[in-house]
């Protein structure tokens, strides 16, 4: 880390080398471990005030991963406390720390979480190095966007639209493939659903990035914004899962491994969350145990996830005709469009069939 040089390219020309003074290297597996043994002595001290967040007895106030600190504490007083012993380390260990009125220019931000009021007063400004704290409604931790109101409505409407735009320049690229291979595409290199796991799924928010990937099937195949939702379960998805099933797929495996995790406060975290309704753990496995049946935190894997596979809309049984009439109309479209015939009477039979 002493030692750690970079050169800069720029189209077929490169740059002369120069060295990096500050800053962990991105990207490297290192970093993490080498932060996280730098930083130990700080979150010790911190947890010997016997301030900030205690669950069940547990000390939760401070989360460090990679270079990212998030402090927690139910008081301003204990708050200040708090931010004083880190500059206290910081000057000690050679450390620096981004502060600035404008939130713009602050790497370090405070939230106070105030649930759904509007308008809240603020108390008092924290300080860090003497320089006055910005308090904002949301802030950017770990690539997830945590909000006063201490839901994640906000993050999951910004990754729905990050959603909408990868998988619209996905289309584009992909323009001259079958739809079935576009949404492939859009699966694969847009279907990381980032910070998924912290969403309400029963919310208005998460119900709109659910929403988003039908869309994206009804685009991808020229179809109305209308078409029955069946037809997109059944025929128009191409045997691929839905972005809602990929989500509550990974919801289990995520819960699970908090409750096994190998750090005790994570472990005793989720237990609790999970036993409470009122949380938004609680809240999403009872969603995962109603639609399925089965218990998310004991129930196979297998099962679980052919239970969540299944759970299509239902198609009535005076249209199942529909489908196999879409079928062939899109079929003939396709080839109609490669033979660079007309294919203008096809469209409009298919979207009377899917929105009527």
Request: proline share 4%; net charge neutral; with cysteine.
């Amino acid at each position: 880390y002493e030692e750690q040089y970079a050169w800069v390219k720029w189209g077929g020309a490169r740059s002369a080398i120069f060295s990096i003074v500050n800053g962990t290297r991105q990207v490297s597996i290192l970093s993490p471990s080498l932060f996280a043994a730098y930083v130990d002595d700080l979150i010790q001290e911190l947890c010997d005030l016997d301030l900030g967040c205690h669950v069940a007895g547990l000390f939760y106030g401070v989360v460090g991963f990679c270079d990212d600190m998030l402090l927690m504490a139910p008081t301003r007083d204990g708050m200040q406390v708090m931010l004083d012993t880190c500059q206290r380390f910081a000057l000690k260990n050679n450390l620096m720390f981004s502060t600035d009125p404008d939130p713009v220019k602050s790497k370090t931000k405070c939230i106070f979480v105030c649930g759904r009021k509007k308008n809240p007063k603020k108390p008092v400004p924290l300080l860090l190095d003497g320089k006055v704290l910005p308090w904002v409604e949301s802030a950017v931790h770990l690539g997830n966007y945590i909000h006063e109101s201490g839901s994640m409505d906000k993050d999951a409407k910004v990754k729905r639209a990050t959603f909408i735009r990868e998988s619209t320049e996905l289309r584009e690229s992909f323009g001259f493939a079958s739809p079935s291979e576009i949404l492939r595409a859009v699966k694969l290199y847009a279907g990381s659903h980032y910070g998924s796991s912290l969403w309400q799924f029963d919310s208005e928010s998460a119900g709109q990035y659910f929403a988003s990937w039908r869309t994206c099937v009804k685009l991808a195949w020229q179809v109305p914004r209308q078409t029955h939702t069946y037809m997109v379960d059944h025929l128009l998805s191409s045997d691929l899962t839905s972005v809602r099933c990929d989500i509550f797929a990974r919801y289990i495996k995520f819960v699970r491994g908090l409750k096994m995790s190998p750090s005790m406060e994570v472990s005793v975290m989720c237990g609790v969350v999970a036993g409470d309704i009122n949380t938004t753990t609680g809240q999403n496995l009872s969603v995962i145990r109603w639609e399925t049946g089965l218990d998310p935190l004991t129930a196979s894997l297998v099962k679980m996830k052919a239970a969540i596979v299944n759970r299509l809309a239902e198609v009535p049984g005076e249209d199942v005709w529909r489908l196999q009439y879409l079928c062939k109309l899109l079929e003939a479209r396709g080839d109609a469009y490669y033979r660079g015939e007309d294919s203008h009477q096809l469209t409009v039979l298919i979207d009377s069939l899917c929105s009527s």
